[in-house]
């Protein structure tokens, strides 16, 4: 196969893997602001609670654990962390609800 040949099939591959998508439209995840509205969920769905959350944090990300967020989307439950390093940056960090952390 021609060098030309080559690049035309690798340019017609990248353009097809970096199309969006357009089989669904997008959601948009719900976070709760007030924890007096989260913690009813929390339980109703059996989550881990943010507290232990908060612990495994300690365990598994480095820097200081600033907040945590539960959030809503496509039937999935996760919790949103936003973490200061040692440097003074902030990450941002998205665990499973269920079972966050888990590898």
């Known amino acids: 196969m021609s060098f030309r040949t080559r690049l035309i099939v690798f340019m017609t ?6 199309a969006p998508a357009r089989a669904a439209p997008p959601t ?3 976070c709760f602001v007030d924890w007096s ?8 769905e059996q ?33 949103r962390l936003v973490v200061r390093d040692g440097q003074g940056r902030v990450l941002n960090v998205t665990v499973d609800a269920r079972r966050p952390f888990d590898r």
């Open 37 to 44: 509205d989260a913690a009813p969920v929390v339980e109703r």
């Open 47 to 79: 989550l881990t609670t943010a507290r232990n959350v908060h612990d495994l944090a300690r365990r598994h990300v480095v820097g200081e654990l600033v907040r945590i967020t539960l959030c809503h989307e496509a039937d999935v439950y996760t919790y």
């Open 28 to 30: 948009v995840a719900t």
């Open 13 to 18: 591959a990248l353009a097809a893997a970096t």
